[in-house]
């Protein structure tokens, strides 16, 4: 009926199709476990549930609010309407200070408490993250 | 004030002279059968007079002409001259206007190195080739002169971000733009071989050695790049997975596609239209890394130009070329149908066509993993960003028969190969996942997975080693980028497997000790540099009684204002030592971070020896 080479081209695009399929999935999957959600202290304030996954939360560092101890760092980020505690253990990025613009990341303990796995570097003294800007925008 | 002025006009001089470029190439395209010389001429104008430009530019940076703009955004006086020579291209202007001297270098050195070639070709390929080095013109005359005024001429200039005021920083962008543009002659080539159905055996030959030059050129590019983060950023890593680094690592892998199908292509002269599509899209995404990381779309670390202007050019740029090359190939290509026994289940083709499905799987993951979320913020402004962990899901389990196919295609013949005579590729096997056991018998990690990867590339280390000793050394490139990418990856792994790391908060004089290490802060000293103020730790380590003493430095700048770490290291042949400390404001403790990193030597020892395979591929076939 057909020739070889046209079920062997039938055969190969089947597996492409089906390999094709199979990434996708995969890529779909993976992105939903590993995205990393930006919020604002306000938007944490508003979460209806904790959520269990990491996220980012990004916004001032509030002013003497920094406590150094010899293994963890301690501070609050603001967004000038609400704010939330922070503990971290870890590098700090050197233009972290008060005042300033911060991005960190981690698990959240309840609505005002977050454990910070990484803190964000900012390299320059300007810099401020775009979402850090749009979650101070009203200010 | 005289260099920007001389930049500026030979700026419009060089796009004036494509018009000649453009006139003599159509008549001669039409008329005789030798290449007119003076396109020749016309193209090595145009590229003098932007090398002129670029000198102009680079003059103003070196006698500090502060009446420019870029100059004045991006140096200082104090600033030391290397650094101020390469605040040239620290920027965006200037690294554009980089990008055009290598595309103008490239179209005459092309227009030299193919003079046995179809005239016709020759012809349609640098038509193409100007209509790129015409956008890049436009680009940089409206949207984003390097020569633009000030006045009044200000008195002092911004200053460079200190942290790319680094040696491996200074020649890491014009390494890796050679690698990208390279690109672009392979994207004209291919236009104009695709039009004249010119694609051929020879045709092949000839555009590999392009194909070689950017691909060793991007590899050491991102390998400069890779080596800076390492010790610039502090974090002791090398690869962040960081939007800009993908941009550099999509190119590369269409590229090493690309470089594997020519091969095809040469020897067998099948699958032509794959070549065309990969030759597009390696261009498309060296474009691509252009735009994203100078419009100012990532927020990243690396972006320093915010200008959604640019954005938009390049953009609408980058879609016309696409759509050219589109039209290009759908009205001009016929698919190759006069190889009927085109090859058998087992064979080299085989293999290399499995290699290339892996590596538009990594080259999709990795594709996504960049775009989605610009793609997310710009549909429903959702901020989120995609990690390490979603690319090691998705990459480091397709490493296994990725490696494994790697050890095994080489060993094939063309057409069609005999399984006889392959006990040894069993034998090897079973013998690489054996070590590979015994490693990680005693460990507490993820047991199973570790033990297989190790294992295959332990499989592709030891295939590779025996057949430079037994075969004839004919395909020696192939076998020591093979090599080096097995030592990469064995590397890597083991790097990940056996790092260990200590972060503390130190005062001076305090010392901290765990099971493993004790460190001492012994003293701060303060000295003042010519831009900066430095800050010397001196920290003793003990670790089993081996005692080491490193200085991290911390470099308050004067302008810019900025603060930056800059770890110490100790590099000895199995592992790097590293460690940076950062200040916490007007505290006195320091952030300390120490940390032993095995093979760290091995992982550039072995990017280089996978360039190294291509430099030799591509001096072995002049000769």
Same mark, same amino acid.
């Given at each position: 009926?057909? @020739?070889?080479? =046209? #079920?062997?081209?039938? +055969?190969? %695009?089947?597996?492409?199709?089906?390999?094709?399929?199979?990434?996708? *999935?995969?890529?779909?999957?993976?992105?939903?476990?590993?995205?990393?959600?930006?919020?604002?202290?306000?938007?944490?304030?508003?979460?209806?549930?904790?959520?269990?996954?990491?996220?980012?939360? @990004?916004?001032? =560092? #509030?002013?003497?609010? +920094?406590? %150094?101890?010899?293994?963890?760092?301690?501070?609050?980020?603001?967004? *000038?309407?609400?704010?939330?505690?922070?503990?971290?253990?870890?590098?700090?990025?050197?233009?972290?200070?008060?005042?300033?613009?911060?991005?960190?990341?981690?698990?959240?303990?309840?609505?005002?408490?977050?454990?910070?796995?990484?803190?964000?570097?900012?390299?320059?003294?300007?810099?401020?993250?775009?979402?850090?800007?749009?979650?101070?925008?009203?200010? | 004030?005289?260099?920007?002025?001389?930049?500026?006009?030979?700026?419009?001089?060089?796009?004036?002279?494509?018009?000649?470029?453009?006139?003599?190439?159509?008549?001669?395209?039409?008329?005789?059968?030798?290449?007119?010389?003076?396109?020749?001429?016309?193209?090595?104008?145009?590229?003098?007079?932007?090398?002129?430009?670029?000198?102009?530019?680079?003059?103003?940076?070196?006698?500090?002409?502060?009446?420019?703009?870029?100059?004045?955004?991006?140096?200082?006086?104090?600033?030391?001259?290397?650094?101020?020579?390469?605040?040239?291209?620290?920027?965006?202007?200037?690294?554009?206007?980089?990008?055009?001297?290598?595309?103008?270098?490239?179209?005459?050195?092309?227009?030299?190195?193919?003079?046995?070639?179809?005239?016709?070709?020759?012809?349609?390929?640098?038509?193409?080739?100007?209509?790129?080095?015409?956008?890049?013109?436009?680009?940089?005359?409206?949207?984003?002169?390097?020569?633009?005024?000030?006045?009044?001429?200000?008195?002092?200039?911004?200053?460079?971000?200190?942290?790319?005021?680094?040696?491996?920083?200074?020649?890491?962008?014009?390494?890796?733009?050679?690698?990208?543009?390279?690109?672009?002659?392979?994207?004209?080539?291919?236009?104009?071989?695709?039009?004249?159905?010119?694609?051929?055996?020879?045709?092949?030959?000839?555009?590999?050695?392009?194909?070689?030059?950017?691909?060793?050129?991007?590899?050491?590019?991102?390998?400069?790049?890779?080596?800076?983060?390492?010790?610039?950023?502090?974090?002791?890593?090398?690869?962040?997975?960081?939007?800009?680094?993908?941009?550099?690592?999509?190119?590369?892998?269409?590229?090493?596609?690309?470089?594997?199908?020519?091969?095809?292509?040469?020897?067998?002269?099948?699958?032509?239209?794959?070549?065309?599509?990969?030759?597009?899209?390696?261009?498309?995404?060296?474009?691509?890394?252009?735009?994203?990381?100078?419009?100012?779309?990532?927020?990243?670390?690396?972006?320093?130009?915010?200008?959604?202007?640019?954005?938009?050019?390049?953009?609408?740029?980058?879609?016309?070329?696409?759509?050219?090359?589109?039209?290009?190939?759908?009205?001009?290509?016929?698919?190759?149908?006069?190889?009927?026994?085109?090859?058998?289940?087992?064979?080299?083709?085989?293999?290399?066509?499995?290699?290339?499905?892996?590596?538009?799987?990594?080259?999709?993951?990795?594709?996504?993993?960049?775009?989605?979320?610009?793609?997310?913020?710009?549909?429903?402004?959702?901020?989120?960003?995609?990690?390490?962990?979603?690319?090691?899901?998705?990459?480091?389990?397709?490493?296994?028969?990725?490696?494994?196919?790697?050890?095994?295609?080489?060993?094939?013949?063309?057409?069609?190969?005999?399984?006889?005579?392959?006990?040894?590729?069993?034998?090897?096997?079973?013998?690489?996942?054996?070590?590979?056991?015994?490693?990680?018998?005693?460990?507490?990690?993820?047991?199973?997975?570790?033990?297989?990867?190790?294992?295959?590339?332990?499989?592709?280390?030891?295939?590779?080693?025996?057949?430079?000793?037994?075969?004839?050394?004919?395909?020696?490139?192939?076998?020591?980028?093979?090599?080096?990418?097995?030592?990469?990856?064995?590397?890597?792994?083991?790097?990940?497997?056996?790092?260990?790391?200590?972060?503390?908060?130190?005062?001076?004089?305090?010392?901290?000790?765990?099971?493993?290490?004790?460190?001492?802060?012994?003293?701060?000293?303060?000295?003042?540099?010519?831009?900066?103020?430095?800050?010397?730790?001196?920290?003793?380590?003990?670790?089993?009684?081996?005692?080491?003493?490193?200085?991290?430095?911390?470099?308050?700048?004067?302008?810019?204002?900025?603060?930056?770490?800059?770890?110490?290291?100790?590099?000895?042949?199995?592992?790097?030592?590293?460690?940076?400390?950062?200040?916490?404001?007007?505290?006195?403790?320091?952030?300390?971070?120490?940390?032993?990193?095995?093979?760290?030597?091995?992982?550039?020892?072995?990017?280089?020896?996978?360039?190294?395979?291509?430099?030799?591929?591509?001096?072995?076939?002049?000769?």
């Amino acid at each position: 009926m057909y @020739g070889r080479k =046209v #079920k062997l081209r039938f +055969i190969f %695009i089947i597996l492409i199709l089906l390999s094709l399929t199979l990434s996708v *999935f995969l890529v779909i999957k993976s992105l939903e476990e590993n995205v990393i959600y930006f919020k604002s202290p306000s938007d944490v304030k508003l979460l209806g549930k904790l959520d269990k996954n990491q996220i980012r939360i @990004g916004g001032m =560092v #509030k002013e003497n609010s +920094i406590k %150094i101890k010899s293994n963890e760092v301690n501070f609050i980020i603001t967004d *000038f309407k609400n704010e939330i505690n922070v503990t971290y253990s870890g590098v700090v990025p050197n233009l972290f200070s008060e005042g300033k613009g911060v991005v960190a990341e981690g698990y959240l303990k309840d609505r005002s408490f977050f454990e910070a796995s990484k803190i964000l570097a900012k390299h320059d003294e300007n810099y401020m993250p775009p979402e850090v800007k749009e979650a101070l925008g009203e200010k | 004030m005289i260099y920007s002025t001389l930049g500026y006009y030979s700026l419009i001089f060089g796009l004036i002279v494509s018009l000649p470029i453009f006139f003599f190439s159509i008549i001669n395209f039409k008329n005789e059968r030798i290449l007119d010389n003076k396109i020749v001429s016309f193209s090595f104008i145009q590229l003098f007079l932007v090398v002129i430009s670029f000198m102009g530019l680079v003059f103003s940076f070196v006698y500090s002409d502060f009446s420019n703009e870029t100059v004045f955004n991006n140096s200082h006086s104090t600033k030391p001259l290397f650094y101020k020579i390469s605040g040239t291209w620290g920027n965006h202007e200037g690294s554009l206007l980089l990008w055009l001297v290598v595309l103008t270098l490239f179209i005459f050195l092309f227009l030299i190195g193919s003079k046995g070639l179809l005239k016709k070709y020759r012809i349609l390929t640098v038509l193409f080739h100007q209509i790129i080095i015409i956008g890049f013109f436009i680009f940089l005359i409206k949207f984003s002169s390097p020569f633009n005024f000030i006045f009044p001429t200000p008195y002092e200039g911004m200053g460079l971000n200190p942290i790319l005021q680094d040696p491996a920083l200074a020649i890491h962008p014009p390494i890796l733009y050679l690698g990208y543009v390279g690109s672009s002659i392979i994207f004209s080539s291919v236009l104009a071989a695709t039009t004249l159905n010119y694609i051929s055996k020879n045709w092949a030959a000839h555009i590999k050695n392009w194909v070689l030059i950017s691909w060793v050129f991007l590899t050491l590019g991102i390998l400069l790049g890779s080596i800076w983060a390492y010790y610039e950023l502090g974090w002791g890593g090398f690869w962040f997975w960081d939007p800009v680094e993908n941009v550099s690592l999509m190119p590369w892998l269409a590229l090493t596609t690309l470089l594997h199908c020519i091969l095809i292509l040469e020897k067998r002269s099948i699958l032509s239209s794959w070549v065309i599509i990969l030759s597009i899209a390696t261009f498309t995404l060296s474009m691509c890394g252009t735009f994203l990381v100078r419009s100012g779309i990532l927020n990243s670390v690396h972006t320093f130009a915010n200008d959604p202007e640019r954005g938009l050019f390049i953009l609408t740029f980058l879609f016309i070329l696409v759509l050219i090359s589109l039209i290009v190939f759908f009205t001009f290509h016929k698919s190759e149908n006069q190889n009927p026994n085109s090859f058998f289940l087992i064979s080299k083709e085989t293999s290399i066509l499995i290699n290339n499905w892996f590596m538009m799987y990594f080259l999709s993951v990795v594709l996504i993993g960049t775009l989605y979320p610009i793609f997310l913020d710009v549909i429903s402004s959702q901020k989120i960003s995609v990690g390490p962990p979603f690319y090691h899901k998705l990459i480091v389990p397709f490493l296994i028969p990725f490696l494994i196919f790697m050890a095994i295609g080489p060993q094939l013949k063309w057409i069609k190969a005999e399984l006889q005579n392959k006990i040894h590729l069993v034998v090897i096997f079973i013998i690489s996942l054996l070590i590979s056991f015994l490693i990680f018998k005693n460990l507490e990690i993820n047991f199973l997975v570790n033990t297989v990867l190790v294992g295959s590339a332990f499989y592709l280390f030891f295939i590779t080693i025996r057949d430079f000793f037994l075969k004839k050394p004919n395909n020696i490139q192939q076998n020591i980028a093979h090599f080096g990418f097995s030592l990469l990856i064995l590397s890597i792994l083991f790097n990940n497997i056996f790092s260990s790391e200590l972060i503390t908060n130190l005062k001076v004089g305090e010392s901290f000790k765990n099971d493993r290490f004790e460190i001492i802060f012994n003293n701060l000293k303060k000295s003042k540099e010519k831009n900066y103020i430095s800050f010397k730790g001196n920290f003793s380590i003990r670790e089993n009684e081996i005692k080491d003493e490193l200085e991290p430095e911390l470099r308050v700048y004067n302008q810019p204002n900025i603060i930056t770490s800059e770890a110490d290291i100790k590099t000895t042949f199995f592992m790097d030592k590293f460690i940076t400390m950062n200040s916490v404001q007007n505290e006195e403790y320091f952030n300390i971070r120490y940390q032993v990193k095995p093979f760290m030597l091995w992982i550039w020892i072995s990017v280089l020896l996978i360039s190294l395979g291509g430099l030799i591929s591509l001096f072995k076939k002049k000769v």
